[in-house]
């Protein structure tokens, strides 16, 4: 039982018996208006619903039920009870659109649904234009409906319906016309329950107008009221929606018909200000945009409150929701690169051919966002996608295959594959080749929709692309791939199987690579006649050309890899080709050859170009270039970018450039770099997965660490490292070469362990043995006299690893054997001069300064020559190895030394090494007879203020002081 309470006589009631407001009532006062919306919006309902209950009684049952609770515990506080009027049991509640919009469809919706509940089996008409209610009418009788437990069949019926009720063929005569739809119409009812039916005013079937049982021609209220209301079986409750009826329409005997009206202004704004708890003004706003139309203003607010329920179908058929459902749809299908980013209003705008804010608000609530943030689909959107009208879509779908912007091309170009464009969307590849890269995610598409000769240029640039990233594993590779293995054309085939010798050369796999190289097919492009060969086996062979060049270098034979990639036929290679021969000549030591080459790949294509710039700045640390290194590489970095590189080629850029800001003494800068790139190659917890990459960033990182004078920390990334590089692999060789490097960098860990200082230069040996020391000699010994390859990195590593062990060793006789080797090995001058220093060091320990500084010169010499023709300094770190050298080998020149070494220093390259140089210059200086006259010469009373300290730290205190630099 409820109550029907008259609420402005409550009010009074309460009003007169609240107590003052204590401290003279600041703010909204106990029981009044502002005050009562206060409490509602804190309960969770609408404060906007108050006044509408209390002076105009509309509100929904439970925006009642909250007021009458408030003013319960209003009448409690102040002792009074809650007075009623007469007390009568609650209707059922209606659903709120009824509830607050027109009595003509309470009325429609009760009669109908009490007749059905009572066991009768009403028949009604209502009338109405569009936007009066008749789908809000029929979409509450169905919810209601099938909640009893009553069978519900519903009908839209407009436009064309010949296939939705299953028209049969018929003659050409009226009444065999008229037959054959009555005969459509009965198959419609169902055998119990209620038939819903909407019915528009342009019904027809196939292009023929409704007609009567005698063959005449009808309105489509007549049809409906003929063959669905009037022969509806008994027992059958029905229901028709009609936009216009008279009385001729509807028979002799018409049923009961109620019009239904537009909602009036004051209706449509008490509804949404109920609904949404907006305020008037807003709501005003709200009707004028969408007009006094309730299925708008239901849709509207349903999809400001979230709801997207079996109603929605009916409610998007709206022609506003239709254009902006259409557009969606074909931005959903034309960014599969960007599956869940918010769309910016210039792409909204280009799918729908006019800006957002002009369609009404009800269409604008199917999204969510804003032009700064983006929009997104609501859920109801998304769910319309699967009915949206093809026309729509298609127009859509047009306006996006015209975008012709740079940051556009990914969705034209899926735009096209939407529209199912093959012809089109392979010209634009051909056109822009760098546009692959946005085909993979359509490739199932166009292998599915694609035929012939596009799908086999469409594959191709899928390979290409992939292929391009080394992402020779890709499952979308290997299907177009295998794809292009059916094509009709043997040239087409052969391309093919090249590419497939280059996933197996990227895997390691050399000899499977020479078997795809020996297939008929390929030995065919390679030997035919160049004016008898097509575009793929001009490409084929081209390719192939570069497979036998990268084969011939990893078997050690230079010069039959430098006949490959010379060849004229590799000329269409263009700029990959260029990369090749840059790679070869900087493998067999032609360095000036190898960085004009890479210099010539052009920035036209992104990603080569990266790879160029990657391989020059790898080229100019060898050489000792590490400023102009670490500017190649970052370029690189910038550009794989730009180009959509893979992690991974990425993440091995950034641990490049890692190395060469360590080289130019930045080791705080490069492990922040080498954190940026172990974060694009995360763990991977698979059992299977390949380790390699991450375990190479790793083992990159340790002489950071090193520099850092982190030892211990090194050594336990080492351990891990090790570890991922223990798991199975499809790059063997990669493992062997890595997990030697590793342990190279476990024994330089020992060494600077030994040393007792950082890992960065100037590096001076011991003059007595350490534990540690002892670690390193040992597993430097048992690398060096592993049997390796001939190959260009492994005597790189060889060459630092005999430096390395005469840093180790305090006798100098052993250290000076080990550097005699490496001097042997130098292949060009900066590897000369690190030697050189390296056997300066070595003799400086044995006390033979003269030899040393004629070593020193000989090291000057030659690293004069690593800069020909270029502005960048040398090596710094070198630079400042053979500075702090050549000034212990002439300390007995006393103040003279040190003041040309104080000039030397200034050179802003040399910034981050000059603490070192000081503390080094330091400990040959403490070995010296003369330290405190050398620092009291210098530095006069400043240096006795120091006399407590050992010789050396005074010397890099008093000259960092004296130098203007920050202490550490």
Known sequence: MGAIVDYRAVLAELRAHLPPEPGGGAGARRGSLRWLEGEMRARGAGGAAVRNIIYRDIGTAADRDTLRAILAELAAGVGRSLPETSAVPSPTPLPAELELLGRSKKRAY?????????????????????????????????????????????????????????????????????????????????????????????????????????????????????????????????????????????????????????????????????????????????????????????????????????????????????????????????????????????????????????????????????????????????????????????????RLANLTSGECRPIRLAALAALQDWPALAAQVRTSPDDARWLPPLWPSIRDGAAGETRDDLAGAVVRHSAGRGDYHDAGLRDALFTLFGAARPPVRAWARVKLAESSLEAGNMTAAAEQLAHPEVAAVLSAASSAREPWAVAACADALLVQAALARWAGDLEAATRAVSDPRTAVGGPRAGLWRGLIAKDAGRWDEALAALAAVPASSPLLSARARYQEGDLRLRLGQPAAALSA????????????????????????????????????????????????????????????????????????LLALGRPDDALAVSARTLTLLEGRSARPAEVRYRQRRTRYRVALAYLTRGLGGAYLQPLLGPVRDHPDLRQARTLLDDLIAQPVTGSDRDAILLFDMLLSRALADPDPAAALASVDRAVALAAHPYEGGQARAMRAEVLLRSARPADALAELNRAHALLRRVQPGLGDAPDPGLQAQLLTLEAASTLSDGVPTIQWLRAALLHPALAPFRAGVWRALGRALEDSGEAWTLLRGLHGPRADALAHLRPGDALWLLELGETGNELP
């Open 110 to 398: 009760r009669q109908f649904l009490a007749g059905v509940r009572a066991g009768r089996a009403p028949r009604l008409v209502v009338t109405g234009r569009a936007g009066a209610g008749k789908t809000v009418l029929l979409d509450s009788l169905d919810a209601a409906l099938r909640g009893a437990g009553v069978p519900v069949r519903r009908l839209f019926l407009s436009g064309d319906v010949s296939g939705l009720l299953g028209l049969a063929a018929s003659g050409s005569a009226y009444a065999q016309l008229a037959a054959a739809q009555a005969e459509a119409a009965r198959r419609q009812f169902p055998a119990a329950g209620a038939l819903l039916v909407r019915v528009t005013d342009d019904l027809n079937f196939a292009g023929q107008p409704p007609r009567r049982t005698d063959g005449s021609v009808a309105s489509a209220a007549r049809w409906a009221a003929e063959h669905l209301l009037s022969a509806a079986p008994p027992g059958l409750a029905v229901l028709l929606a009609l936009e216009k009826a008279d009385a001729d329409d509807l028979g002799p005997h018409p049923p009961e018909t109620i019009t239904l009206h537009p909602p009036t202004p004051a209706e449509a704004r008490g509804y949404l200000m109920a609904r949404l708890g907006v305020p008037r003004a807003e709501a005003e706003e709200l009707v004028a945009e969408t007009g006094r139309h309730l299925d708008r203003l239901s849709l509207l607010v349903r999809l400001r409150g979230g709801e997207a329920g079996p109603h929605m179908p009916a409610l998007l058929a709206d022609p506003d929701l239709q254009r902006l459902i259409g557009a969606t749809a074909a931005l959903a299908a034309s960014t599969p690169h960007l599956p869940s980013a918010a769309w910016a209003p210039e792409l909204l705008r280009a799918a729908l051919g006019t800006e957002l804010r002009q369609l009404p608000p009800h269409a604008r609530a199917l999204l969510a966002g804003s032009d700064a943030l983006g929009w997104t689909p609501t859920p109801a959107l998304r769910a319309a996608w699967t009915g949206v009208a093809a026309d729509e879509r298609t127009r859509a779908l047009a």
């Open 633 to 704: 590489l970052r370029d690189a970095t910038t550009r794989l970018e730009a180009a959509g590189a893979g992690e991974e080629e990425r993440a091995r850029v950034l641990a490049r450039s890692a190395t060469a800001l360590r080289r130019l003494g930045r080791p705080q800068e490069a492990q922040a770099v080498l954190g940026h790139a172990l974060a694009l190659l995360p763990p991977d917890p698979r059992r299977h997965a390949d380790h390699v990459p991450r375990a190479r960033l790793l083992s990159e990182g340790l002489p950071v």
